[in-house]
């Protein structure tokens, strides 16, 4: 493999490892039945330790990262009921 495969493949396996993480903190921690603005200072402070323990994810990883953290933390949207046409 070259340099840059490699490289590339151990980047895909920490953004995992991070993503994985991340969602495990998620349903740990309660984060999903928090009020917005203790997610928010919550997925603040979780994003600057993520950042720090894996040190080869870019700014634009960490931002994806938190972006699928917020909405794996939103309340699960019901559809509306399908009536049938059978009365």
């Not at 993503?19 to 349903?27: A, I, P, T």
């Amino acid at each position: 493999m070259t340099k840059k495969k490699l490289q590339s493949s151990s980047e895909a396996v920490s953004f995992a490892q991070a993503r994985d993480e991340l969602f495990s903190h998620v349903l740990r921690c309660g984060v999903i039945d928090a009020l917005p603005e203790h997610q928010k200072e919550w997925f603040d402070d979780t994003m600057l330790y993520l950042a720090d323990r894996y040190d080869d994810l870019t700014a634009e990883e960490l931002a994806q990262l938190r972006t699928l953290g917020e909405r794996f933390s939103q309340p699960v949207r019901r559809g509306q009921p399908v009536e049938s046409g059978a009365a």
